[in-house]
């Protein structure tokens, strides 16, 4: 056999074998799970425990736990709805395909948090309600639903050993923007509770007026002969 018509035999034999892999719908798959691409599917089923739709012609099972990123209480309202998935398993011994729609949706909602973070400036004042208590201080949950820690420190003007001593899970706060780093947003209380009770301290201080110090210095030299 002459070299020319052996490699000829040689590339024929690679293509048939492309055509193959590809007319092998488990191959596909995988290499939309190697890849990472977003799938458009349509909810073709609700079963027990998850959702199926259908890739490359082969059914997948979506777990209730990976359709969204809060609980659902109701499977069936995700019958025949378009979702888009990621492929998180497949094996074909197995016959078992398993989709994801959770992650794509989770890393959208971090760009988005990162976008709306962006916006925040240092020193705005925001409103926001209490969310979580740990020893370290309070979570709380702002107007545009990002959260923020206000260290125990920067809770209140009094020394506190724990947050629950003035704040409560539920509780409307207003706090100061102090700092943002990696994506995290320091807020606080105490820097708005600064300019109040210095305030309050000047109301409480009884300051003399003119007049009356002028009648103080007249009865101090009241007497007196020079």
Same mark, same amino acid.
């Given at each position: 056999?002459?070299?020319?018509?052996?490699?000829?035999?040689?590339?024929?034999?690679?293509?048939?074998?492309?055509?193959?892999?590809?007319?092998?719908?488990?191959?596909?798959?995988?290499?939309?799970?190697? !890849? #990472?691409?977003?799938?458009?599917?349509?909810?073709? #089923? +609700?079963?027990?425990?998850?959702?199926?739709?259908? +890739?490359?012609?082969?059914?997948?099972?979506?777990?209730?736990?990976?359709?969204?990123?809060?609980? +659902?209480?109701?499977?069936?309202?995700?019958?025949?709805?378009?979702?888009?998935?990621?492929?998180?398993?497949?094996?074909?011994?197995?016959?078992?395909?398993?989709?994801?729609?959770?992650?794509?949706?989770?890393?959208?909602?971090?760009?988005? !948090?990162?976008?709306?973070?962006?916006?925040?400036?240092?020193?705005?004042?925001?409103?926001?309600?209490?969310?979580?208590?740990?020893?370290?201080?309070?979570?709380?949950?702002?107007?545009?639903?990002?959260?923020?820690?206000?260290?125990?420190?920067?809770?209140?003007?009094?020394?506190?050993?724990?947050?629950?001593?003035?704040?409560?899970? #539920?509780?409307?706060?207003?706090?100061?923007? +102090?700092?943002?780093?990696?994506?995290?947003?320091?807020?606080?209380?105490?820097?708005? !509770?600064?300019?109040?009770?210095?305030?309050?301290?000047?109301?409480?201080?009884?300051?003399?007026?003119?007049?009356?110090? #002028?009648?103080?210095?007249?009865?101090?030299?009241?007497?007196? !002969?020079?």
């Amino acid at each position: 056999m002459s070299e020319e018509l052996t490699q000829d035999v040689t590339e024929s034999m690679a293509d048939y074998e492309d055509q193959f892999d590809n007319a092998n719908p488990w191959n596909r798959v995988i290499e939309y799970m190697e !890849q #990472g691409t977003i799938l458009p599917v349509k909810v073709e #089923g +609700i079963v027990n425990g998850g959702a199926i739709a259908t +890739i490359e012609g082969i059914r997948g099972f979506i777990p209730a736990s990976k359709l969204s990123l809060s609980y +659902i209480e109701n499977l069936e309202s995700y019958l025949l709805k378009d979702i888009e998935v990621r492929v998180i398993d497949a094996d074909q011994a197995n016959n078992r395909l398993v989709l994801s729609a959770r992650e794509i949706l989770k890393e959208r909602e971090r760009a988005d !948090q990162a976008k709306q973070i962006e916006n925040i400036k240092v020193g705005s004042v925001m409103e926001g309600t209490v969310e979580n208590l740990q020893s370290y201080g309070a979570f709380v949950r702002l107007e545009n639903k990002l959260s923020g820690l206000v260290h125990i420190s920067q809770i209140s003007q009094k020394r506190i050993k724990s947050p629950e001593e003035v704040l409560k899970v #539920g509780d409307t706060v207003s706090v100061k923007v +102090i700092g943002i780093k990696d994506g995290k947003i320091s807020l606080s209380i105490k820097a708005l !509770q600064e300019n109040t009770e210095e305030d309050e301290v000047y109301e409480k201080v009884d300051i003399p007026k003119a007049d009356d110090i #002028g009648t103080s210095l007249g009865d101090l030299f009241k007497g007196i !002969q020079l």
